[in-house]
């Protein structure tokens, strides 16, 4: 006979699951907190008897099937839904886009209620429960949430956990001078401790936003302030902060988000001496959300944003004792930087040396998130330790080189963009600039030219389509959407060049002829190519090759029934390559993306500029 499991029977089995690796994070972040536990266990069943049922067996069939975020049929599409669809009550006429490209995934850029004015494109959050009122409220949420999962699409919103508006209820509370809430923040009566912290402490937007502190007159306090003067660092020392931001978390998973984009999160511990970034108790906070969330939420899954160099980056995807246990996904700005270098320096050793050394083939039941463009900029994480592997390149010049590429002041650019966050004392720039206009599009005149910029960004899709974990694609970059320059006439984006890579969605130019069709065309083809591959599925070893040939990357998919051979030129010539440099031996062999069987001339593999060949052996 079927054994019956009543809801609160669930949970126990859950919760025993979960406690083994709550207990280890939670005991080392939060020592001196008496009943941790049982108020997490309250917490988390009171949420869980106010989920949906719908959700409920969506729960159910998660953990049955805990991969089916690694699958190679996930796809994401990234947008904001005021420029995608207009509001959120409209959202759902535009599914239909999104199954056409084969979208499973969807990122909705913050949605949150956002601190009235300047609000870092709503990443400072005014009230995590109200939905930007722009776009609607939390009724038109949950029916464009239920209309996504109807579609076979899991609905993803960002989660600003390292800090809140300064307008948020906590922090108005802390400002009245409560002090219960003034220690959910970083505040300090002078500036001793600010000024000594700030010795080691990196400037993220040393343009707009100068220092990490800020003083109120009002409150008398020093506030610790990373990004801009109006997000206020959480305190994440404080158990009251964790157990408050989980209780949102879940509340926003009941109301059918399936997954968190965990934002800048290398940010939320801190220590005197340090960067504060990266350390090792962000990752028992990981953990413990991740494995709170798998309690009360289990279907639902969290990626973490951390634009981090490689060393860094890897402990994200969990390592040592978080193997297995923190977010299931994460960014990988990495494999996105290594991409925009070899383009412009028609060398790819750095890549290859850098995505050789630094990454495992693959992770425990966690997968990366490539993607080649976001509506952040692009920070050039090059380090000397790496460039040191590759004669004749050297960091600094090289990061330099990369800025003037692509912000297209270097001679023979294909590339136009900007310069972002340009910080005088240490002379560190980053870029600003659309895929297609970085790509060369924008500036391409000739036919060769746009043929070119079409090829780059097909190679770009095609990567993050096949090196594995959850491609993202990002809104516009289906149709090669150019940088939009009209940011600079709105009072709001003035100061924040990262507008120009978040242009509104130009619907004429999704049905228009010429390159935007080619350009989707190129992706629906690779879209539809990686989900018939189950060899891109994100628990699949990626092993990059060392093949000697510095205008090659070449990497394998290790999975059955064979393995996928993937080369990619990133250069504007002819490569030719010998099949047994990149582990083949020579006999017959079809490239998947264009179908063909693969030629080769005087026994050698030939690849036109920028091709990428997916080649597996032809039975
Ligand atoms: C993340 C977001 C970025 C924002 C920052 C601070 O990095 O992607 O847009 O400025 O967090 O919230």
């Not at 869980?48 to 796809?75: N, T, Y």
């Not at 913050?110 to 009122?133: N, Q, T």
């Not at 136009?416 to 970085?438: M, W």
């Amino acid at each position: 006979m079927p054994a019956t499991l009543s809801d609160d029977d669930l949970f126990d089995l859950r919760w025993n699951r979960g406690r083994r690796d709550l207990v280890g994070p939670l005991g080392r972040l939060y020592p001196q907190a008496e009943d941790l536990m049982a108020r997490l266990c309250d917490l988390l069943a009171r949420h869980w008897r106010d989920r949906p049922a719908d959700l409920a067996r969506l729960d159910l069939a998660r953990d049955v099937d805990p991969d089916w975020f690694l699958s190679e049929d996930m796809v994401a599409y990234v947008f904001y839904i005021d420029r995608f669809a207009g509001d959120l009550k409209r959202l759902p006429d535009r599914i239909p886009y999104l199954s056409d490209l084969g979208i499973t995934y969807a990122h909705m850029m913050p949605c949150l209620k956002p601190r009235p004015g300047p609000s870092d494109g709503g990443y400072a959050v005014m009230d995590y429960r109200e939905i930007d009122p722009r776009l609607g409220d939390m009724a038109d949420f949950e029916r464009a949430t239920g209309a996504l999962r109807a579609a076979g699409i899991s609905p993803v919103i960002d989660m600003v956990l390292n800090h809140t508006a300064k307008e948020h209820e906590w922090a108005r509370k802390a400002r009245a001078g409560d002090p219960f809430y003034q220690a959910f923040y970083r505040m300090f009566d002078d500036d001793t401790l600010p000024r000594q912290f700030e010795e080691t402490l990196v400037e993220i937007f040393p343009d707009q936003a100068p220092g990490s502190f800020t003083y109120y007159d009002d409150l008398g306090k020093w506030v610790w302030t990373t990004f801009n003067e109006y997000q206020w660092d959480l305190n994440w020392e404080n158990p009251e902060v964790f157990l408050a931001v989980l209780d949102t978390i879940l509340f926003l998973a009941n109301k059918g988000v399936e997954g968190f984009r965990l934002d800048a999160v290398a940010f939320m511990g801190k220590q005197m001496g340090t960067t504060c970034q990266n350390l090792p108790q962000v990752h028992d906070i990981l953990q413990a959300i991740t494995q709170a969330t798998r309690v009360a939420a289990p279907a639902v899954i969290h990626k973490a944003e951390a634009i981090v160099g490689p060393q860094d980056l890897v402990p994200y995807l969990g390592t040592g004792r978080h193997e297995g246990r923190v977010s299931q996904l994460a960014y990988h700005n990495n494999l996105m930087v290594q991409f925009w270098s070899s383009l412009a320096s028609e060398d790819t050793r750095l890549m290859t040396h850098v995505l050789k050394t630094h990454f495992p083939e693959s992770f425990r039941r966690a997968a990366f998130a490539p993607y080649i463009r976001c509506h952040d900029d692009i920070g050039w994480a090059i380090t000397p330790e790496d460039t040191a592997h590759v004669p004749g390149v050297d960091a600094a010049p090289h990061r330099d080189y990369l800025s003037d590429f692509y912000n297209g002041s270097f001679p023979g650019s294909f590339a136009r963009g900007a310069d972002f966050q340009v910080n005088e004392e240490t002379g560190d720039r980053r870029t600003n600039g659309t895929f297609a206009s970085l790509a060369g599009l924008e500036a391409a005149l000739t036919p060769d030219e746009v043929e070119a910029a079409i090829a780059r960004i097909r190679l770009g899709h095609a990567l993050i389509a096949s090196f594995g974990g959850i491609p993202l694609i990002y809104m516009g970059d289906e149709i090669g959407m150019l940088n939009d320059y009209g940011y600079a006439n709105v009072a709001e984006h003035v100061d924040d060049g990262r507008w120009m890579q978040r242009p509104a969605m130009d619907w004429d130019r999704a049905t228009a002829d010429g390159p935007p069709a080619r350009i989707r065309a190129d992706l629906d083809r690779i879209i539809r190519l990686r989900k018939a591959t189950p060899q891109f599925a994100g628990d699949v070893p990626t092993r990059v090759l060392e093949t000697g040939h510095g205008g090659l990357f070449v990497y394998r998919r290790l999975g059955e029934p064979c393995e996928i051979t993937c080369l990619a030129n990133f250069t504007a010539h002819d490569q030719w390559l010998g099949p047994r440099a990149a582990g083949l031996d020579g006999g017959a062999m079809i490239d998947l993306l264009s179908g063909r069987p693969l030629a080769l001339h005087d026994g050698q593999i030939v690849l036109p500029p920028y091709q990428i060949l997916w080649l597996r052996p032809d039975p």
